[in-house]
T-cell receptor, first 116, second 112 residues
Framework: NAGVTQTPKFQVLKTGQSMTLQCAQD?????MSWYRQDPGMGLRLIHY???????DQGEVPNGYNVSRSTTEDFPLRLLSAAPSQTSVYFC???????????????FGAGSRLTVL | GQNIDQPTEMTATEGAIVQINCTYQ??????LFWYQQHAGEAPTFLSY????GLEEKGRFSSFLSRSKGYSYLLLKELQMKDSASYLC?????????????FGAGTQVVVTP
């Protein structure tokens, strides 16, 4: 099992460029999410999805778009990159049901983005 | 507003015990998670508390007091590989367990 796979691992963009961070999971998890991690601030939720076709905004959604056309994939799009979006991005997924095990997040390895 | 506080850094020697405290003030509460994150890697799950009391998993234990908005993670018999950041996270609602609110993390440095 690959778990949660993110690509690319590293990316450098110029201000104003657009790009998509890819995320795929092979655990048949309904729930997927994107977080960003900045020094001294902890992980902050960007967008969230409870299933194919359903997305919701998190704490810091501005500047980012998401879609969920399949259960497996949850790409994050930066429409016009800004230096404030320089960060490490983590995709995560979890299953449904009762019990703590179903609700444990499995994280991807992260994507380090630098916007110049 | 939402607030999750934990110390920035703690240092301890190999074989010792370290306790990482976490206090939270959130609009709702339905569980508290602890994750471990080594430098340059993804967070990995350590423990979960939803009811008051102590949960023990090998060398790691986690405690929760909902009335006090307080949790701690106890690391016993410290090993060098325990040097990492430890993240406290709260899930505020039952309909979205994955919408966690994280503290900034506590960097634990284990010295020989």
């Amino acid at each position: 099992n690959a778990g949660v796979t993110q690509t690319p691992k590293f990316q450098v963009l110029k201000t104003g460029q657009s790009m998509t961070l890819q995320c795929a999971q092979d655990m048949n998890h309904e729930y997927m999410s994107w977080y960003r991690q900045d020094p001294g601030m902890g992980l902050r939720l960007i967008h969230y999805s409870v299933g194919a076709g359903i997305t919701d905004q998190g704490e810091v959604p501005n500047g980012y778009n998401v879609s969920r056309s399949t259960t497996e994939d949850f790409p994050l799009r930066l429409l016009s990159a800004a230096p404030s979006q320089t960060s490490v991005y983590f995709c995560a997924s979890h299953g449904s049901g009762t019990g703590s095990g179903a609700n444990v997040l499995t994280f991807g390895a992260g994507s380090r983005l630098t916007v110049l | 507003g939402q607030n999750i506080d934990q110390p920035t850094e703690m240092t301890a020697t190999e074989g010792a015990i370290v306790q990482i405290n976490c206090t939270y003030q959130t609009s709702g509460f339905n569980g508290l998670f602890w994750y471990q994150q080594h430098a340059g890697e993804a967070p990995t799950f350590l423990s979960y508390n939803v009811l008051d009391g102590l949960e023990e998993k090998g060398r790691f234990s986690s405690f929760l007091s909902r009335s006090k908005g307080y949790s701690y993670l106890l690391l016993k018999e410290l090993q060098m590989k325990d040097s990492a950041s430890y993240l406290c996270a709260v899930t505020p609602s039952t309909d979205s367990w994955g919408k966690l609110q994280f503290g900034a993390g506590t960097q634990v440095v284990v010295t020989p």
